[in-house]
Nanobody
């Protein structure tokens, strides 16, 4: 059964780094746009970054620009989110998903468009 599996979360001090991975199992990522979202209980889900498959274009939330980098390896069916200079406000459950169109990133319709697959998420906690 096709699914997305996230890993790499954990607890880190402010200023630290983590690298999240999102692996597609049972299907290929190669022709999908892939997004990272994050959610804090009681708050709305927030788009963090998105990477389209053709042409390969990246999109970032203003809150993470210059600190986070999204990349992909279509051969190994994996998308990464490198997170540097982490802040307490980055604490959340991070989920990957496959939206129809990364170019909607930053618009209200981004989160509302159809996503073929969602992962279960990996928790990131930034605390001293």
């Amino acid at each position: 059964q096709a699914r997305l599996v996230e890993s790499g979360g954990g607890m880190v001090q402010p200023g630290g780094s983590l690298r999240l991975s999102c692996e597609a199992k049972g299907h290929t990522f190669a022709f999908y746009d892939v997004a990272w979202y994050r959610q804090v209980p009681g708050e709305e889900r927030e788009g963090v970054a998105c990477i389209s498959f053709r042409p390969e274009t990246t999109y970032y939330a203003d809150s993470v620009k210059g600190r986070f980098t999204i990349s992909r390896d279509n051969v190994n069916n994996t998308v990464w989110l490198q997170m540097n200079n982490l802040k307490a406000e980055d604490t959340a459950n991070y989920l990957c998903a496959t939206p129809q169109d990364c170019s909607l990133f930053g618009r209200p319709t981004m989160d509302k468009q159809w996503h073929d697959y969602w992962g279960q998420g990996t928790q990131v906690t930034v605390a001293s």
